[in-house]
């Protein structure tokens, strides 16, 4: 499995901006697919962005498209979270995850993927 460690997380004002990064360790990283999930206080854990073991797919949740953005780097084994025009609802712990899955995939689920990392706090203040 693929160890994954996230950071970038901590507190920002609504429109502000965050970078979140999944760093990854252990077994190959390009072979796999990375997903961001998050879950807010009282609620279950939401998908948010995934992108493929090529890089050249991403996807996103409606919540969150057209302010977020997935991105890779192959050379430091680290998958990037930017996001933009933050509001207060996108509090919540998040964590990146690693899966081995196609490359065009869409109908991304927990259960896509194995191996998690810790989570990192982002709290939007309003």
């Known amino acids: 499995q693929v160890q994954l460690v996230e950071s970038g997380g901590g507190l920002v004002q609504a429109g502000g901006s965050l970078r979140l990064a999944c760093a990854a360790s252990?077994?190959?990283?390009?072979?796999?697919?990375i997903g961001w999930f998050r879950q807010a206080p009282g609620k279950e854990r939401e998908f948010a962005a995934a992108?493929?073991?090529?890089?050249?797919?991403?996807y996103y949740a409606d919540s969150v498209k057209g302010r977020f953005t997935i991105s890779r780097d192959f050379a430091k084994n680290t998958v990037y979270l930017q996001m933009n025009s933050l509001k207060p609802e996108d509090t919540a712990v998040y964590y990146c995850a690693a899966g081995v899955l196609p490359d065009y995939y869409s109908d991304y689920d927990e259960s896509d993927f194995g191996s998690w990392g810790q989570g990192t706090q982002v709290t939007v203040s309003s």
């Open positions: 992108i493929s073991w090529s890089g050249v797919y991403s």
């Open positions: 252990g077994r190959t990283f390009n072979n796999y697919g």
